[in-house]
C-alpha cells in the first residue's frame, strides 16, 4: 500500500536532513544481498549436518539417537552450541560500525566469515569442522546484524519494514538454497561441497560491494565525540536493552533447536528422502515470502509488538509440530514455522532499530547476537540432552520451547513505534535536521 500524502509530508519533514532511499533502491538491494551470503553461509552447517554426523560417526539400525544420526544427541548439541557461542564475537565486530561506519564493518565481515566457511570444508575431523566453522560464524551474524541496521537508516518509517523484510527474504533465500543444493545433490556433493560453495559469493563480493553506501543518518553522527566503543551503552538505554535482549534470548531457546536440527531430523530420524527434502524447502520458499509480506502489513498497520509477539507463538507451536515423530509432521511443522519467522522479522527488525538512536544502534545489534547465541546455545544442549534420555525429539521440543512464551510479557515493557521516524523517536538531532533543512 502506497503512503499517504500527509504521512509522505510529514516523513519528508522529519527527514529532511539526510538522504532516504526507497526499501527497492540499489543500495539497499545490494545490503540484502550481503545477507544473502551471509545466509549461504550460516546455513550451510544446518543443511549438512546429516552429512557430517555421518562422515565423523557410525550410523546403525539401533533405537538411541546415535545409531540413528551417527553422532549421540549430546555430541551434536555440544557441537552446535560451540559454534553459535562462537557469534558471541559478533558482539564487537557489530559495535566496531558505530566507530568504524556500516560499510566497512559489513563488508569486511562477509569477507571473513565467507572464506573460513569454505575453510571448512578442508576439516579432518568432527571438531576441526566445528572450530573452523565456529571461527567464520561471528563475522556472518555480524553481517546478519548490520544489514537490518542499514536497512533501517536508509529508510522512512513507511518503507522501513518493507527493507528489513527484504533483507530477511536476502537471508531467507540464502539459507533456503544451501538446503535446496544439498537435497537434491547431498550424495555427489556432501557436507564438503556444500560449505565449500561459498567461494561463489565471496567472489561475487567486489561486485556487490560497490553498491553499499554509508547511510546518511550514521555519516551526520560519525564525527560526534560520544560514539561508542566495543559495544558500550550509555545508562539511559541499558534496561530496554537488558528487555530486548531478554525477549532475543528467549526466542533463540526455540529458534536454535528448531533449525539446527531439522535436516538431521528429516534426513536421519524420519527418513524423508532428499527429493522430498528440496520439495519441502521449496514450499517452505512460497510460505516465507507470504510470512514476509504478512509481516510487513501487519508491522504497518496493527503494530510492531503484536506481530512480534504472535509470531513468536506460532513458531514455538510449529516448531513442537515438526518433532512430533511423523513425517507431515515434519514437512508442516517446517513449512509453517518459516511462516511465522519469516511473519516475525519485518516487525522485531523495524522494532529493535526504532527503540534505540543512531549512535548505538550497532552495539544494539551486536547485544542482541549476543543474547541470541546464549539463548540458542542453551536450547541446544537442551534439546539434545532431553533427545538423548527419551530417545524422541518430540519431548525435547515440547520441554524446550513452550517454557519460552513466558518471556512474552516482556513487551509489555517497550513502547509501540510503529509510524514514527527515527527522527521524531530520538529528537536529540532535531536541531540539526531543522537547521540543515534550512540551509
Not at 54 to 83: E, P
Not at 411 to 419: A, S, V, Y
Request: charged share 15%; glycine share 12%; aromatic share 8%.
Amino acid at each position: 500500500m502506497e503512503e499517504a500524502p500527509d504521512e509522505a509530508a510529514r516523513a519528508a519533514r522529519m527527514t529532511g536532513a539526510v538522504r532516504v532511499r526507497s526499501w527497492r533502491d540499489r543500495r539497499v538491494v545490494a545490503v540484502a544481498a550481503l545477507a544473502m551470503a551471509a545466509g549461504f553461509g550460516q546455513f550451510g552447517v544446518v543443511a549438512a549436518l546429516g552429512d557430517v554426523a555421518r562422515s565423523f560417526g557410525r550410523l546403525s539400525h539401533g533405537v538411541t539417537l546415535a545409531d540413528q544420526a551417527g553422532l549421540t544427541g549430546t555430541k551434536l548439541g555440544v557441537g552446535l552450541a560451540v559454534i553459535r557461542l562462537a557469534s558471541l564475537a559478533g558482539l564487537p565486530l557489530a559495535s566496531a560500525a558505530d566507530r568504524l561506519g556500516r560499510r566497512r564493518t559489513l563488508i569486511g565481515c562477509v569477507a571473513v566469515g565467507l572464506a573460513f566457511t569454505a575453510l571448512s570444508a578442508l576439516s579432518p575431523g568432527y571438531w576441526w569442522f566445528v572450530v573452523i566453522f565456529a571461527v567464520g560464524r561471528p563475522f556472518l551474524s555480524a553481517t546478519n546484524a548490520l544489514a537490518n541496521v542499514c536497512a533501517a537508516e536508509e529508510t522512512t518509517s513507511s518503507d522501513r519494514s518493507r527493507a528489513i523484510a527484504l533483507v530477511a527474504a536476502g537471508y531467507g533465500v540464502g539459507a533456503g538454497l544451501t538446503a535446496f543444493i544439498h537435497g537434491l545433490a547431498h550424495s555427489a556433493l556432501g557436507f564438503r561441497g556444500i560449505v565449500a560453495l561459498t567461494l561463489v559469493p565471496l567472489a561475487l563480493l567486489p561486485l556487490l560491494s560497490r553498491k553499499v553506501e554509508e547511510p546518511d543518518r550514521f555519516a551526520r553522527e560519525a564525527g560526534r565525540p560520544h560514539m561508542p566503543v566495543l559495544a558500550a551503552v550509555g545508562p539511559q538505554f541499558r534496561g530496554r536493552l537488558a528487555v530486548v535482549a531478554g525477549l532475543t534470548f528467549a526466542l533463540s531457546l526455540i529458534t536454535g533447536p528448531a533449525n539446527s536440527f531439522v535436516f538431521l531430523y528429516a534426513e536421519n530420524v524420519v527418513r524423508l528422502s532428499g527429493g522430498t527434502t528440496s520439495a519441502m524447502v521449496a514450499l517452505a520458499a512460497v510460505t516465507g515470502l507470504s510470512g514476509l509480506l504478512l509481516g510487513r502489513y501487519l508491522a504497518d498497520r496493527v503494530g510492531r509488538r503484536p506481530a512480534a509477539a504472535g509470531s513468536i507463538v506460532a513458531m514455538a507451536a510449529f516448531g513442537v509440530l515438526t518433532y512430533s515423530g511423523s513425517r507431515p509432521g515434519v514437512i508442516v511443522g517446517y513449512v509453517l514455522g518459516v511462516l511465522a519467522a519469516s511473519t516475525l522479522a519485518p516487525a522485531a527488525g523495524s522494532f529493535v532499530n526504532e527503540l534505540f538512536p543512531t549512535q548505538v544502534r550497532a552495539s544494539i545489534a551486536g547485544w542482541q547476537i549476543a543474547a541470541a547465541v546464549l539463548g540458542a546455545s542453551t536450547g541446544l544442549v537442551l534439546f539434545g540432552q532431553v533427545a538423548d534420555v527419551n530417545h524422541q525429539f518430540g519431548t525435547a521440543a515440547i520441554l524446550t520451547f513452550l517454557p519460552a512464551l513466558a518471556s512474552l510479557g516482556l513487551f509489555l515493557l517497550l513502547p509501540e513505534t510503529r509510524g514514527r521516524e527515527l527522527e521524531e523517536l530520538w529528537p536529540s538531532t532535531e536541531d540539526d535536521v531543522t537547521a540543515k533543512g534550512e540551509g
